[in-house]
């Protein structure tokens, strides 16, 4: 069974910075996609950013709104995907979830994706 727990969420201020971390167990971690989604209180859930597995070449791609800001990374040895947030705003605040999928390549639609984290709050304060 895949899991996914995410941790690093919390409170900040507009400027700060954070990094989510996503630990992943149950599947061969290196050889499949990881993304980072979040959703915000009456919103739609909306990617974020994504990393391509090792075969392709670990890959990254971002949402235009966090291009930038926000970076991807993994460690194939520790099962875990980063998201670096920094520069905050307080249009970035949500609940971020991590999600894996049997793809190798980058994908950003949700329904790609098969197994999600049950999310961290991430709050910045204006």
């Known amino acids: 069974q895949v899991q996914l727990v995410e941790s690093g969420g919390g409170l900040v201020q507009a400027g700060g910075s954070l990094r989510l971390s996503c630990a992943a167990s149950?599947?061969?971690?290196?050889?499949?996609?990881m993304g980072w989604f979040r959703q915000a209180p009456g919103k739609e859930r909306e990617f974020v950013a994504a990393?391509?597995?090792?075969?392709?070449?670990?890959?990254?791609f971002y949402a235009d709104s966090v291009k930038g800001r926000f970076t991807i990374s993994r460690d194939n040895a520790k099962n875990t995907v980063y998201l670096q947030m920094n520069s905050l705003k307080p249009e970035d605040t949500a609940v971020y979830s991590c999600?894996?999928?049997?793809?190798?390549?980058?994908?950003?639609?949700?329904?790609?994706?098969?197994?999600w984290g049950q999310g961290t709050q991430v709050t910045v304060s204006s």
């Open positions: 999600a894996t999928t049997r793809r190798g390549y980058l994908v950003v639609t949700n329904n790609e994706y098969d197994y």
């Open positions: 149950g599947r061969t971690f290196s050889s499949y996609t």
């Open positions: 990393i391509a597995a090792i075969s392709w070449g670990e890959k990254t």
